[in-house]
C-alpha cells in the first residue's frame, strides 16, 4: 500500500495539509503548558512560533502577538522541545547541541535559521480524506504534550530518532542512534489527533487527546474513538539538530553521549509541546481546502523567513544555556 500512494503522489502531486519552517525563537527554561508561571521551570526547551510566548500564557494566543517566526504568517502557535546537550565521555561536561533547519525530502528550509519543521495533516501524507472525515482546527487557549521527560521505556509510536547521513535519514527508532551520525540527529515528535471536543488542556495535558496512529512514519490514523469523536489536526515537529561537531569526542565504541536537558536515562523521555495560536479561522480555513500541495492553497498567508526571523521574545531567565557547561540548567548533579 506505501508504495502505492507513494507512487500516486509523485504522478497527482496531491500532497495534502500543511508543512512549514519556523525558526528558533528562544531557548530558555520556561513551559506555559506544564509549568505555568515558573520562571525558570525545569529544563530548557527550543521553542519557536509567537513573540507571546511566556512563562504562562491563557486566552486566545492569536490576538496577542504580533510576530511570528513561523513561515504562515497567521500562526502565533507556540511549539517546542526539550534541548539537546552532548555530554562529554571524560569530563562530564555539557555543550548545547545547535539547531539547523529541516531540508524536508521535498523542497528546502525557505531561509529559516534553527528552528523546527512543523506539519498539520489531514490524513497522511499524500491525501486529506476530508470528505469522509471533516478535520476540525484546535481552539483558542487549546494546548497538549505528547511524550514524557520520566519514560524510561518506548512510549508508543511517533515519537523516533533517526541518524542523519550522507542522502540518508535512515531507520526510525525509539532510542538515540548508537553511532555518530554524520549529518546530525533528526528528531520526530507526532502528536495525537483526537480531541475530547471539550477540553482545551487536561491536568496531565493528554488524556482530553486520545493518540490513533499504530505505526512510525506519516501513515494514516484509524477512526478516532467515541471518547475521543473529534478529529483534529495531526501536529508532527521535526528538528535536525547538528551533532556533526561532537562526534569526534565520541570514543569509538563508547555509549550514546547525546542527553536531553533533562538528561533522564535514554531516549524514551523525547517530548513535546504544542500551544495553538492560529489567528481567526486561519488554520480551519486551510483545513478545509482539499489536495494542497503543503500551503492550504493560498487560503493562509505566508511571510519571507527573512521577515520571521526577526520576531524575538525577551529573555526571562538570563542564564548560560550553551556550554560548556558543568552542570545542566536547573539538573543537580
Ligand atoms: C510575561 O510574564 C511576565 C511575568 O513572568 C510579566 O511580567 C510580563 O508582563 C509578561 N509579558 C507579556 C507580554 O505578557
Ligand atoms: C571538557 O572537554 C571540553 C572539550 O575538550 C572542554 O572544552 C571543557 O572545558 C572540558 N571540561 C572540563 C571541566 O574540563
Known amino acids: 500500500m506505501k508504495s502505492i500512494s507513494t507512487a500516486l503522489a509523485l504522478i497527482a502531486s496531491v500532497e495534502a495539509g500543511l508543512r512549514f519552517p519556523c525558526s528558533t525563537l528562544t531557548f530558555q527554561r520556561l513551559d506555559p503548558v506544564v509549568e505555568p ?6 529544563h530548557v526547551h527550543h521553542i519557536v512560533g509567537g513573540n507571546a510566548f511566556n512563562a504562562s500564557m491563557s486566552g486566545d494566543v492569536g490576538n496577542q502577538a504580533s510576530c511570528t517566526t513561523c513561515q504562515m504568517s497567521e500562526d502565533f502557535s507556540n511549539y517546542w522541545t526539550a534541548v539537546l546537550y552532548f555530554k562529554h565521555p571524560t569530563n562530564g561536561s555539557y555543550h548545547r547541541v545547535p539547531v539547523l533547519p529541516v531540508q524536508p525530502l521535498l523542497g ?3 531561509g529559516a535559521q534553527g528552528g523546527i519543521t512543523v506539519y498539520y495533516t489531514q490524513f497522511d501524507l499524500s491525501r486529506d480524506n476530508i470528505k469522509q472525515q471533516p478535520i476540525k482546527s484546535f481552539q483558542p487557549g487549546f494546548r497538549m504534550t505528547v511524550g514524557s521527560p520520566t519514560a524510561t521505556s518506548k512510549q508508543h509510536v511517533g515519537l523516533t530518532y533517526q541518524c542523519l547521513t550522507g542522502n540518508s535519514r535512515g531507520r526510525e527508532t525509539a532510542d538515540f542512534p548508537d553511532k555518530p551520525c554524520t549529518g546530525g540527529i533528526f528528531t520526530t515528535h507526532h502528536f495525537p489527533a483526537c480531541w475530547d471536543g471539550k477540553n482545551l488542556d487536561s491536568p496531565d495535558h493528554q488524556s482530553h487527546m486520545f493518540f490513533t496512529k499504530r505505526t512510525d512514519g506519516f ?4 477512526a478516532c474513538p467515541s471518547s475521543h469523536p473529534v478529529r483534529v489536526p495531526q ?7 547538528d551533532t556533526s561537531k561532537f562526534n569526534s569526542m565520541w570514543t569509538s565504541g563508547a555509549p550514546n553521549p547525546f542527553v536531553w536537558s533533562f538528561e533522564g536515562g535514554k531516549g524514551f523521555g523525547t517530548h513535546a509541546d504544542y500551544m495553538f495560536g492560529w489567528k481567526g479561522d486561519s488554520l480551519q480555513r486551510a483545513m478545509d481546502k482539499s489536495e494542497c500541495f503543503y500551503d492550504g492553497c493560498g487560503s493562509i498567508t505566508k511571510q519571507a523567513m527573512a521577515t520571521a526571523n526577526k520576531c ?3 529573555d526571562r531567565i538570563n542564564e548560560e544555556t550553551v556550554g560548556w557547561l558543568s552542570v545542566l540548567p536547573g539538573q543537580s548533579k
Request: glycine content about 8%; overall charge negative; cysteine-free.
Open 219 to 222: 501513515t494514516n490514523a484509524p
Open 37 to 42: 508561571g515558573n520562571t525558570p521551570s525545569a
Open 235 to 241: 501536529v508532527t515537529y521535526e528538528t535536525t539538530w
Open 312 to 314: 524575538t521574545v525577551p
Open 108 to 110: 528546502g528550509s525557505n
